[in-house]
């Protein structure tokens, strides 16, 4: 650990990852070489029947089937793996996003050695409401009656999607000598998996993290003449702290169709059905051609079947068989 330099670093990551034995898995990660792996004993997940682990790498599995297995690096465990495991962070982020992986957690703290960060000042913006949030909950804890003594001023619940902490991580590793102040974003389930999938490489840990925090917590210097908190400035600390933060999203919109093709059609000809019920399908049809036009820079055409208009044909290609009725140019 250098103690010299903050940093921002890995503390938990979990994701299952199908169609694996737990052999199979141990080298996907590059851990082969340790294999075979002790039996764990600890209490597990109710869906998986055993696990096994190197040095706080856990892999829950049924057996030696291929029904596949959940992956746990705990903050030790990501350790081992930097140290053990040769295919490095970035790697591993691309086998927890493949298709048949789902992340289930992830932990991306800060080390402040520098006193960038100081938890009793964070505790005072905090009770006097110096602060914005998206996280409704707060609270704190403290390892004994004095506030020096292991002071922890958190956001979020522990066991919600996204759980903000930050805490004296010298007084928790009985080092009072030490500024060492961590501050740790917790995300679990659909918010886990989407930040991986984000298009931050591990590589650039820190704007991940920055991103992160400037979404769901921004600590601010009260105005003497605007009320409301959500126009005050940033503080100059938390300024300089999320200086590099850039838009991120952690929720996709849900898809009542499904990802299915033939679902996606079905649900767009019955979108367009109903917009044809309520302005008629001449004006649908102009409103598509637009669409479409503006998208591709293509013309697009109403066309018709023998003699009978039938505009049932939209942005067709070939005219075989059919004969051009109306160009959309012209209409």
């Known amino acids: 650990?250098?103690?010299?330099?903050?940093?921002?670093?890995?503390?938990?990551?979990?994701?299952?990852?199908?169609?694996?034995?737990?052999?199979?898995?141990?080298?996907?990660?590059?851990?082969?070489?340790?294999?075979?792996?002790?039996?764990?004993?600890?209490?597990?997940?109710?869906?998986?029947?055993?696990?096994?682990?190197?040095?706080?790498?856990?892999?829950?599995?049924?057996?030696?089937?291929?029904?596949?297995?959940?992956?746990?690096?705990?903050?030790?465990?990501?350790?081992?793996?930097?140290?053990?495991?040769?295919?490095?962070?970035?790697?591993?982020?691309?086998?927890?996003?493949?298709?048949?992986?789902?992340?289930?957690?992830?932990?991306?703290?800060?080390?402040?050695?520098?006193?960038?960060?100081?938890?009793r000042k964070l505790k005072e913006l905090r009770d006097s409401g110096r602060y914005t949030s998206l996280l409704r909950v707060n609270s704190e804890i403290r390892s004994s009656k004095k506030i020096e003594d292991g002071l922890t001023v958190s956001f979020g619940s522990s066991k919600s999607n996204v759980y903000i902490r930050f805490y004296d991580k010298a007084a928790e590793q009985k080092m009072p000598e030490k500024h060492w102040v961590r501050a740790e974003i917790q995300l679990r389930n659909e918010n886990a998996d989407n930040a991986l999938r984000a298009g931050f490489s591990l590589d650039i840990l820190d704007v991940l993290f920055a991103s992160l925090m400037d979404k769901y917590l921004r600590f601010k210097d009260k105005s003497l003449t605007d009320s409301n908190p959500s126009r005050w400035s940033l503080a100059a600390f938390w300024e300089n702290f999320v200086l590099i933060a850039q838009p991120i999203r952690l929720t996709r919109p849900k898809d009542s169709a499904g990802c299915d093709p033939d679902s996606r059609i079905k649900n767009f000809i019955n979108i367009a059905c109903s917009l044809a019920g309520n302005i008629g399908w001449p004006r649908t049809f102009n409103l598509l051609c637009e669409a479409a036009k503006g998208k591709t820079g293509t013309s697009y055409h109403w066309l018709k079947e023998d003699e009978n208009f039938h505009p049932a044909f939209f942005g067709c290609r070939s005219l075989s068989n059919i004969e051009l009725c109306k160009e959309y140019s012209s209409t």
């Not at 597990?44 to 096994?52: D, I, R, T």
């Not at 190197?54 to 930097?82: M, P, R, W, Y």
Request: proline share 5%.
């Open 1 to 119: 650990m250098d103690e010299i330099s903050n940093y921002v670093h890995i503390d938990h990551i979990s994701f299952r990852k199908e169609g694996l034995t737990p052999h199979e898995a141990a080298t996907e990660i590059g851990l082969n070489h340790h294999w075979p792996f002790e039996k764990c004993i600890n209490p597990l997940p109710s869906f998986y029947e055993e696990a096994c682990g190197f040095d706080n790498i856990i892999i829950c599995h049924h057996g030696l089937d291929q029904k596949g297995v959940a992956i746990t690096f705990s903050g030790k465990g990501c350790s081992t793996f930097e140290r053990e495991s040769p295919i490095g962070w970035e790697a591993l982020r691309k086998i927890a996003i493949a298709p048949d992986a789902h992340t289930t957690r992830l932990d991306i703290a800060y080390d402040d050695f520098t006193g960038i960060l100081d938890i």
